[in-house]
């Protein structure tokens, strides 16, 4: 009977962690504590299996090679003490010099690129082994008294082997932050980033339908329900599998009318539940938890689900080149190099409601898609806005939206020709302030290639 109770206890917390979201796990995996954690807890419970060990061992039973590991209590507790001070030195200097990179990061760059280098896997893990190593040593000082008696023990010499990993990952911890404050090394890391959730982006909508608002079957429902935000914040990720299930289980359809990475208020639609048949108050209210239960919000805008976040941080760098403070356009060309080779994968995409489900007359789950005028809106308008009077600049933006246009969907097309004209039209009414550049030239030249 007992057996049978551990067995059902052990299969409720698989199932629960296999119910776990996606982003909530992430989310466990990419905070600061984990790694630290993790260590923290293997090293002490290391440090207590090997003093347990020492206090139990027969000397005359050991193998011989490993022998010369066991030493002398009196220079085990001197190693120990030593330890200890190195490892909080190492903690000290290490914390130090976080702080000093975050502050370089949100004052040079953007607070959105800190969290760049928090979820960095080397600086993570650092964290971990620096903790785990400190850990261990004060573990074995607070048991030390039950090995007292012994001649020799083994728990110093496991201590010099964490000294010499914890150095290791100190010299990659700097190495990462020498890398993390050059530019340069940061746009290629944010550019690999937006190509990986591009990538997965690109896989989600293989294949699938998308089609526009009008053409959606709403009407074939007679009954239609808002779903309403129940807190404010940026909307970080939405777990699309469990939404589908609970929607095509209940033969029911869903339309999400915003992308992941925009700014919400409380009360905001969000969902439109439709349904052939009239749905109880009761069974409403539960549809409504479940459904908002799906969507993750929260006021840290993430980009695991958001590849546009990624291309942000590039402006961001590319912008502050151009500040009042710090004038270098060329800095700010190699970004828009990068957002324009970014920019002509997302050109190929269309806009609209992408379709979950086979039978949309029967039931169906509609996303909404990121708006191309939107995305151009929003990375070309800071920069006209800060460089329109420079003419290195404005020429560049014309001939990187005549590169992107060319593998542009004829939808998409006719959003980049209608920016350009709105550039065209914003630079005749500051003509004076760029007398040396004449752009009239470059725009007629994008006319030619697009009209």
Request: glycine share 4%.
């Amino acid at each position: 009977m007992k057996k049978d109770k551990i067995l059902i206890g052990l299969v409720t917390i698989l199932k629960g962690l296999n119910d776990m979201k996606n982003f909530e796990w992430l989310k466990v995996r990419k905070s600061s504590w984990y790694y630290p954690a993790i260590f923290g807890i293997l090293s002490a419970a290391l440090a207590v299996g090997l003093t347990f060990f020492d206090h139990q061992f027969d000397d005359a039973n050991l193998p011989s090679a490993i022998k010369p590991f066991f030493i002398s209590v009196e220079l085990a507790v001197q190693i120990l003490n030593t330890v200890v001070i190195v490892s909080s030195t190492i903690l000290t200097f290490t914390f130090s010099t976080t702080m000093v990179v975050l502050t370089n990061f949100s004052s040079q760059y953007s607070e959105s690129l800190v969290e760049n280098f928090l979820d960095n896997t080397v600086t993570l893990k650092a964290f971990g082994i620096f903790f785990g190593g400190f850990t261990y040593t004060i573990t074995s000082l607070l048991l030390f008294d039950m090995n007292i008696d012994n001649e020799k023990v083994i728990v110093a010499s496991v201590c010099i082997v964490y000294v010499l990993v914890d150095l290791i990952y100190f010299n990659g911890f700097i190495r990462a932050v020498i890398n993390y404050i050059q530019p340069n090394g940061l746009v290629i890391r944010l550019q690999r980033e937006a190509e990986e959730h591009l990538d997965i982006y690109e896989r989600s909508i293989e294949g699938k339908e998308i089609l526009d608002e009008p053409d959606l079957p709403s009407e074939h429902y007679a009954y239609q329900y808002s779903v309403l935000a129940d807190k404010d914040g940026y909307i970080q990720e939405v777990d699309v599998k469990k939404v589908c299930q609970r929607v095509t289980e209940a033969e029911k359809s869903a339309i999400f009318h915003h992308v992941v990475g925009v700014f919400i208020t409380l009360n905001t639609p969000m969902f439109t539940i439709l349904s052939h048949e009239e749905i109880p108050s009761e069974e409403l209210e539960r549809w409504e938890q479940d459904l908002l239960a799906c969507v993750s919000i929260g006021y840290i805008r993430t980009g695991h689900q958001d590849f546009f976040f990624s291309i942000q941080k590039i402006m961001d760098i590319g912008m502050k080149s151009i500040t009042s403070t710090i004038y270098a356009p060329n800095s700010t060309l190699s970004s828009m190099n990068v957002i324009m080779v970014l920019l002509r994968r997302i050109v190929q995409f269309k806009d609209g409601y992408l379709i979950e489900g086979e039978d949309i007359d029967r039931s169906f789950v509609a996303f909404k898609t990121l708006d191309f005028s939107e995305v151009i809106q929003d990375i070309y308008d800071p920069v006209l806005n800060y460089g329109f009077d420079n003419g290195i600049i404005i020429k560049y933006i014309f001939q990187s939206l005549e590169t992107i246009s060319q593998g542009a969907s004829e939808e998409n097309r006719a959003k980049v020709v209608k920016y350009v004209e709105n550039i065209q039209k914003y630079l005749e009414k500051h003509k004076e302030d760029h007398v040396n550049y004449h752009y009239e030239k470059d725009y007629q030249h994008f006319v030619d290639k697009n009209c």
